[in-house]
Structures are given as C-alpha cells and as structure tokens.
C-alpha cells in the first residue's frame, strides 16, 4: 500500500513537474471574443500580459470580435490545437449562443476548456430616485397600469426581461438594442428605460445610493447589494451572471491543457497580479480548470435550453 | 456643362442606380435574416434590414437625381480625369509588394532550415519575422516613388529598406506583443 | 461631488494624474507629455508641404493605441496628442503658405495671398508672426467658448431630449453635413448613405451578422479606423500619386525660400491686428460648432470680412499684414468649435473630431455625448473628470503654442524639404503597418486599400468623403437610439412623430435637403483643377 501511494505520489510529482515544464512552442495567440476597450478585452490583454511576466511566454493577443464571440469561437477551432492558440470570451457563447442561433458553425464539443475566470454581478438596475426598492414594487407598479421599459443588451437577458414579465402577469416594453451593460446604464441615468440588466458596473453607483440593484441576477450574492431580492422571490427559477472563460481548440495534448490552465488558474489568483486586481475590482473570481470547467459548460448549456423552452411561446 | 462632366455624371447615376437596386433586392433579402420590421415574440421590433434598406432607397434616390440631372444638361461637379494605366500599375505594386510581404519569411526560412521548422514558429525570431516587411515595404516605397517620376533608381530601392527597417524597428523594439505584416496571418 | 470639484479633479487628473517623470515636487504627467509631443509634431507635420494635420491624426491614431493599449489611463495621452496635433497642424500650416506660397491645406490658401507678398517683401518672419498671433488667439476664443458651451448645451439635451428627440437630431445633423460640405446636395446624400450602408455590415442586433455574406472577416465587423484612414488617407495618397504620375514632372521647381528677415511685431501693431482678428474669430466659431462646415469656408468668410473693414495704405493681396490676421484667426477658431457638436451630442463635425470620437470609442471609458457632461451629487462621473482633464489639456497646448509656437515655426521654415513622391509612399507604408499592428489581420490591410480605392473614386468624381465618414460614425449611435426609441414607445409606428421637438427637427432636415436641392440646381462651378505640379495633399 505505501508503495502504491509513493509511486502514485511520485508519478503525481514528475507529472506536475512535466507540466510545469511545459511552454509552447513559439508565440500564443489569444483570441478575444468581444470589441477591444471593453470588460471582456481588458481582463484578457491582462491575463496575457501577467502570464507573459510570470512565465516568460510570448503571448499575443487579438481582437476576433462578432456574433456574441461566434466569430472567434468558429475561428479557434480550426486553428492548431497544440498550445499556441487560445481563445478568451464567455460561456454564453458555447451555451445559449449555440442553441439560439439556427447555424452557428461550432458547437461546445469542439473545444477544451481551459478554465473559468470571472463572473459578472449582474441585476436589475432602476435609478434610486424612481422610489423602487425591489423588482416587486417595480411589478407593482405595472400592475398598477405604469408602462415599463426595460433595457437588455443580450438576447438571452431580453429572454429573462420577458420571462419575468411572464411569470408575473406583466408585459415590459423590452429594449434589446443596447451592445453593453454601460450602455444599458447610461439609458437607465437619461431616463430613457425605466430599469434594464447591468452586469457589473452599477457597482458604484448602488454603493453611493444613486443606484439601486432590484433583483440580484446571479447564482450568489451581490457583492455590493448582498440583500438584493433574489429571482426565485419573483417566480424565476434561471440564472443570468456570464462568466469569462479560456478555451482552446479541441484535442489539445494533455501536458499543453494543462499548462496553458495553470498558468491563467495562478495569474488570475494570485495577489498583485494585474488581472486579480481588476477581476476583484469590477467582477467576482470565479475558477474552475479542467474537466470542472467543462462540466461547467455543460451545466450552462442545459439551463439555456430550459430558459428557451420556458420562453418558447 | 462640359461632355465629360456629363458623362461622369450620368456613369455615377447609372452606377448608383445598378448597385442600389442589387442590394435592394438580392443582397439585403438573401443576407439578412430579421426584414425591415421584426416581430418576436408578439413584439415587433425595428429589424437588421431596416438600416440598410434605408441607406440603399438614399442612394438610388441620388443616384437618379444624378443620372436625371445629367441627362437635362444641367450642370453638375467637374470630373477629372482618371488614368487606367495608373491604377493598373498600382494595382500591379501593390500585389507584388504584398506577395512579398506575406511569402518572403516562409519561403527564406524553407531555404534554411527546410521543412522541420515552420515560419509559424519564427515570427518572434529576428531577422526572419522582419524579412517580409522590409522586402515588400521597400518595393513598395520604391515603385510607387518609381511610377509617379517615371523613373527608377536604386536610390529609392535604398530609402525605401531604410524606411521599411526604420518603421519596422519602430513598432518591434518597443512592444513585445506586437506583430508587423504578415506575421499575425500564419 | 459640485461642479467645482470636477473642474479640480479634471484638472489634477490631466496634471498629475499619470505620471511619467517626477522630481521632488514637479510632476511630469503622460497626458502633459503627450500634448506637448502632439504639438510638435503637428508644427511639424502641418509645416511640411504636402502633408496636413488630420493625416497626422490618421497615422498616429493606431501607433498611440498600439503603445498605450486600451486601458483607462491611456485615454487622455491619446486624446491629448491628437489635441496637441490639431493645434500645431493650424499654426503650422501658414509656414509653407507664407514662405513658399504652397498651401498645404485649402484654407492657408487664403494665406498665401498676403503671406507670400510680405515674405518676398522681407516680412516673412513677421507675416509669421502675425499668422501666429492671429491663430492662437482665434485657436484660444474658440476653446473658451466649447469649455463653456458644451456642458450647457450637452445637460440641456440630456435634459430635454427623450430617445426619439435625440434622434431626431442626429438625422438633422446628418442631412446637414450631407448637404452643406462640398458642392453637390445628391452626391453629398449619397456619400452619407454610402456610410450608413458600409457601417451596416456585420452589426445590428440579430445573432447572424447581416451583410455578411457567410464570411468571418465580414463578420467580425469592418474595422472602423482601416475604413476611416481608408478613405481619407489613402484615397489622397493615391489621388496625388496619379497627379504626380499625370504631371510625371521630376520636382516641382523649388520656390525660392524667402529669407524671414525682419520679425518684431510690436504691441502698438498688434492692437491694430485685433479688430480683424476679433470679427473672423468670432465667424470662425460660430462656422465651427456647425458641423461639416469647414476651415475653408470660414477662412475665405474671415478673409472677406477683413478686406471690407480694411482701409490700410497696403491693399489686401498685396501684402497686408491684415490680411492674414483675418484668415488665419477665422480658420484657427473652427477647431475648438467644431468640438462643441462632438463632445456635448456625440456628433462629428470635421475631421479632427471623427478622429477625437474614434479615439474615445476604440479606448473605451469615455462616450462623447450628453451622459458626459452629468454631475450627480454623491457619485463620481469619471467621464466629466476627463472631459474637464481634457479641457485642462487644450488650455495647456494653447500655453504651449502662445510661448513657443513663434519660435517654433520660424525654426521649421527651412528645414523640410523632402519631396512628395518620397515622401507618401514612405506614408503609405506607414499607414498600413500601423493599421496591420493594431489587429494582426492582413484582411484589415484588404479593407484600408479596399476604401482607399472608394475615397479615391469618390475624389475624382466629385463625392464628397465627409459625409461618408460622420455617417459611418453616427450609424451606431443612430440606429441604436431609434430601435431604443422604437421599442420604449411600445412599437408605436409614429414613434419620432411625438410631441413637438422631434417633428421639429425632421421638418428641418427635410427643408434642409430639398431647399438646398433647389437653391442649388446651379451648384457653383469647381475651380478647373489647378495643374498638379502646384496641389497640395489635403484631407476632407
């Protein structure tokens, strides 16, 4: 027996050391799912800035935005799956984004996921001085016979604004145009919506009560609202948070998985890191490498095909 | 108005109006997935197609009053004139710098090292990732200079290296992450 | 936080805010730095004959954000170099107009008429120094009156104007550029639906990317600073190559470079100046906060209105210093003004603002437009900070040009002589590698020659590229605010119908485009064009 464990042990040992070992074979190139200058962009310019100070690796990334992250998801899959190609984006892309769209060129199975970064703090955001001081009082009011808009920025949040209303006997003038939750949140601040889903950079403004999050959007709580009302006191049984991810194309080497893993899973982690400070600071950590972070994937996509069916009609 | 005025005029419309009227009707139908107004879920929506359409009714709605205008003779903009055999030849230099742009690493490092290391792994690796930019951007510097004085000289083939290796230098030595033409394409 | 308390934290932010040298207790700020590289750069830059300030913006738009990335503290280095360029290009550009009687943007044309003749005459330092004078005045005017007016104007938009009011607006302000920049009311439409079409591809809100036709290059999106350098930079690029090629004359032959001679200006000769420089400053702002009204249009209005007030012995044409004064005040007052329209509604009125816009939008964290300009009580609006950082940041270059601007362009006068045929295709290559650093994409490079080919057949047929570019600009904000509009109103048809304001400026817009129809149907004869040996390479 206490052979085994030290042949395990050791097996374990010389296997981590292969991994720390591992480098790529040349520059990575970090495809980036979204325009350059937003939340997505930022924390991989940094994530790969980071792992190039830790590690030494030349890492190079590049905006390949469009179609919600489709158009970098349909090209990192045919790129060479041998360590020097990696995608960052979200998971809605491999989850909702696959099952909404009639033909989307890749599917979740055509990738290795790398890890899990962050999570968003999303809610439902109304300007403090509208007096509401929960979604209930804002179904309350629509009862009451108020018009309610309320500003989405991704179809599947537009879904969530409808299936609240559903669930509730209400009908929203639902805004879908909106290309970001800053851009939700501007509206929200000129009066044009009523409330609308932010998913994170409301954080400000609820903290100095000029805002106010009406229902907590995510499966844990608000950082700055912890008592935020919770979706399921309002009849919704789904959950709305994104959350970054790190993918590759599938059929990467196991020793190149999980090196390229281990090194975003220690950056992001680790205390004084350009990426932790910003993660701490606008998002929430949020990490799982790995087979978690499939599984994690997998999890997403069953919850968007229930939303879908439960909004279907 | 003078002929040629004219006939830029009515070749603008013509153009306009052809183009206006494909997108009209094959590109914006066949491309678009949401038409002119979207009805989703018992909303309607103003959809994808509604922009464009908009844009291309502006054009053929120019286009014709261009075209129309023209043909009554009255006065529209000068044209000046445009010389097929310059544009032939900047096409020509601009393909041929850019071919030696995107070939020249791949093919010099074949001749090196042969098939058992491929570019893709040198484009960080001095002097192979500078080799296509200063070869394609010193022809380029030096045809164009050639083609406007009807004149080539080996002068400009050097001022163009020089500036090619200078602008290259300029973006290389002070970011790490950056990649000149063509080394993010292989 | 009070307005006050903006306007300090706006003003430590732009001072000390990121800073690049300190010693003791002097800070050296980047975005400081910066305005001060910027500014000579565009001395430089606008000094060279054949080169112009938004070219300087083109090609150092992707080089900053290749070297200052996309975070927040790159903002105000980026917006303040291209701040920096636009106010030493104006400066600048008088030097070859005044010293060699080559223009190098249309409206030092004016320039020349008076510049030349004192520089043959041995004024040409001092015609220098009067161009000067009059440009940084009218330059700082111009300033006072966008920091005063564009927070008043932006919280009063914000105020009053709901979703489709704003809308409204921007179709306004769209038919406006389409009809009132070059000569033509059709082509000028065209141009714009032109823009509106290209910017259409690949965005919008379903999950395919409409336009795309199934390729992941188009679907990406085009990429706006290729499609704007495209058009403006490279379109002239080869428009002056085939000028060069059809005039195939080796150099231009050399204007005898006037010696500057005597250059004291005294104070008593100054005072004499200010009437002119009062009256065109003053045109120059109010021809600058419309947009797409350029620099041309006012310095020729300023030169006019200088030559009826002018009753010296030396007659205008012939060498007045005055003469000079009025245009050079006039088209120095149009680049404060025109950034009234683009800081305090988000609309672009002239080149140098696309530019200040594409640099905010592809930066992130700062979205020209009313929502800037909002100060709520207990929350921090880090946009107002760095709209008053950038104000700080102006007021600094106009410091910079007031001390050593004279100096500066006295220096530059004899020193650049690089011919043109080396000169641009150097230019060219230029352009595209820093277009090809920022995204790593030779399909990028495929865009910029693709509208590079579009901006110079619309030059050579006689489209105008301005309204291609502020529509390609404004189709996002544009179309987003009327799908918004649309779906608040609870999809009522007549959504830009309510109320009285919106209707309002849609009957404007439409009175604008047909009255300009048919006030035009004679639209005034183009100039023939001028021998190519003696054109200038300009922009817009």
């Not at chain 2, 844009?55 to 709605?61: E, H, K, N, Q, Y």
Request: with cysteine; glycine share 10%; hydrophobic share 50%.
């Amino acid at each position: 027996m206490k052979t085994l464990l030290t042949a395990a042990a050791a097996a374990l040992l010389s296997a981590s050391a292969a991994f720390a070992d591992w480098a790529p074979e040349g520059p990575v190139k970090v495809m980036i799912g979204f325009k350059a200058g937003g939340g997505a962009d930022t924390l991989a310019r940094l994530i790969a800035e980071d792992i190039q100070a830790e590690y030494g690796w030349s890492m190079m990334p590049e905006n390949v935005a469009g179609a919600g992250g489709g158009v970098m998801a349909r090209e990192l899959k045919a790129a060479a799956a041998d360590g020097t190609a990696m995608g960052i984006g979200i998971t809605d892309t491999f989850a909702y984004g696959v099952l909404a769209e009639r033909d989307p060129g890749y599917a979740a199975e055509d990738f290795d996921f790398l890890a899990t970064l962050a999570g968003t703090q999303i809610a439902v955001v109304a300007k403090a001085d509208r007096g509401w001081t929960s979604m209930s009082d804002v179904i309350e009011a629509a009862k009451g016979g108020a018009t309610i808009s309320f500003g989405t920025m991704t179809p599947r949040l537009a879904d969530g604004a409808y299936y609240i209303g559903k669930q509730n006997g209400i009908e929203f003038n639902i805004v879908t145009s909106y290309k970001g939750g800053k851009a939700v949140l501007n509206a929200i601040n000129a009066a044009d919506v009523d409330v609308g889903w932010v998913a994170g950079p409301q954080a400000s403004g609820v903290a100095s009560g000029d805002l106010v999050n009406l229902v907590n959007g995510e499966d844990q709580p608000l950082k700055v609202s912890p008592d935020a009302q919770a979706l399921s006191d309002i009849g919704v049984e789904f959950f709305f948070g994104a959350t970054f991810a790190a993918m590759a194309p599938a059929g990467l080497p196991e020793d190149a998985r999980a090196g390229l893993s281990d090194s975003i899973a220690t950056v992001i982690q680790k205390d004084g890191t350009k990426s932790n400070a910003f993660i701490t600071k606008v998002f929430a950590l949020k990490v799982k490498t790995g087979a978690e972070a499939d599984a994690y994937v997998a999890q997403e996509a069953a919850d968007a095909e229930a939303l879908l069916a439960a909004t279907s009609n | 108005m003078n002929r040629s005025a004219k006939l830029c005029d009515c070749v603008i419309g013509l153009c306009g109006l052809g183009a206006a009227l494909l997108i009209l009707l094959v590109w914006i139908p066949a491309d678009i997935d949401t038409g002119v107004i979207d009805v989703w879920r018992r909303s309607v929506r103003i959809g994808d197609a509604m922009l464009p359409t908009f844009a291309a009714l502006g054009i053929l709605i120019s286009a014709a009053a261009i075209g129309l205008r023209a043909l009554l003779n009255r006065p529209g903009t000068g044209l000046q004139t445009i010389s097929l055999v310059f544009l032939a030849w900047s096409a020509v230099i601009l393909a041929l710098s850019i071919t030696l742009m995107m070939f020249t690493g791949p093919a010099l490092t074949a001749l090196w090292y042969g098939s058992e290391v491929p570019y893709r792994r040198l484009v960080t690796t001095a002097p192979w990732k500078y080799s296509g930019f200063v070869l394609g951007g010193a022809a380029l510097v030096a045809c164009f200079t050639a083609l406007v004085r009807h004149r080539f000289s080996w002068r400009n083939v050097l001022i163009g290296l020089i500036a090619a290796l200078l602008i290259a230098l300029m973006y290389d030595l002070p970011f790490d992450n950056l990649y000149l033409p063509p080394n993010g394409d292989v | 936080m009070g307005v006050l308390d903006y306007i300090l934290a706006g003003i430590m932010e732009a001072l000390t805010g990121n800073p690049a040298l300190v010693l003791g207790p002097i800070v050296l700020s980047w975005p400081v730095l910066l305005v001060a590289l910027g500014f000579l750069t565009g001395v430089l830059i606008g000094a060279t004959p054949g080169l112009s300030g938004p070219f300087a913006m083109a090609l150092a738009l992707p080089i900053l954000i290749s070297i200052f990335g996309f975070t927040p503290d790159a903002l105000l280095p980026v917006l303040g170099f291209l701040v920096g360029i636009m106010k030493g290009a104006t400066v600048g550009g008088a030097v070859p107009a005044i010293l060699f009687n080559t223009p190098g943007t249309p409206d030092a044309f004016m320039t020349t008429l008076d510049g030349y003749p004192m520089a043959k005459k041995g004024q040409g330092g001092k015609a220098l120094r009067v161009a000067h004078f009059a440009s940084v005045s009218g330059d700082t005017f111009s300033d006072i009156v966008l920091f005063v007016c564009a927070p008043f104007l932006a919280i009063s938009i914000e105020a009053f104007l709901g979703l489709p009011e704003k809308a409204a607006l921007m179709i306004l302000s769209l038919s406006f550029v389409a009809v009132v920049v070059g000569n033509d009311t059709w082509k000028g439409i065209m141009a714009a639906c032109f823009g509106l079409l290209a910017a259409s591809i690949a965005t919008g809100t379903d999950s395919y990317p409409r336009l795309s036709m199934g390729s992941d290059v188009l679907a990406a999106g085009l990429p706006t600073i290729a499609v704007v350098i495209g058009v403006l930079v490279v379109g002239e690029i080869f428009t002056s190559f085939e000028d060069m090629w059809t005039s195939a004359r080796e150099k231009r032959p050399e204007p005898a470079a006037a010696d500057p001679g005597d250059s004291t200006l005294t104070m008593a000769k100054r005072r004499r100046l200010l009437p002119f420089i009062g009256t065109s400053m003053t045109i120059g702002t109010v021809i600058g906060a419309l947009p797409g009204i350029g620099t041309t249009l006012a310095a020729a209005l300023g030169y006019t209105a200088g030559r009826k007030m002018h009753k010296g012995a030396t007659r205008f044409g012939e060498g007045a210093p005055e003469g000079i004064a009025a245009t050079e005040a006039a088209n120095s007052a149009v680049s404060g003004a025109n950034l009234i329209p683009a800081l305090s509604l988000g609309i672009p009125g002239n080149v140098a603002a696309v530019f200040i816009i594409l640099a905010a939008d592809t930066i992130g964290g700062f979205n020209p437009g009313p929502s800037v300009f909002r100060s709520t009580a207990d929350e921090v609006n880090p946009e107002l900070v760095v709209a008053f950082a950038l104000f700080t940041l102006m007021v600094a270059a106009n410091l910079m040009n007031w001390i050593t601007g004279a100096w500066f362009m006295r220096l530059l006068g004899g020193l650049i002589r690089i011919p043109k045929q080396v000169l641009l295709p150097i230019v060219l290559l230029l352009t595209i590698t820093s277009v090809y650093v920022q995204s790593a994409k030779m399909s990028d490079v495929y865009v910029l020659l693709f509208f590079g080919a579009a901006g110079y057949l619309m030059r050579r047929t006689g489209v105008p590229i301005l309204p291609f570019v502020i529509a390609y600009i404004l189709t996002d904000p544009l179309e987003t605010t009327i799908r918004a509009a649309f779906e608040a109103s609870g999809s009522d048809p007549w959504f830009l119908f309510g109320g009285v304001i919106a209707p309002a400026f849609l009957a404007c817009a439409a009175a604008i485009v047909l009255g300009a129809g048919w006030l035009r149907g004679t639209p005034a004869p183009v100039p023939a064009p001028a021998p190519a040996s003696e054109k200038e390479t300009t922009i817009d």
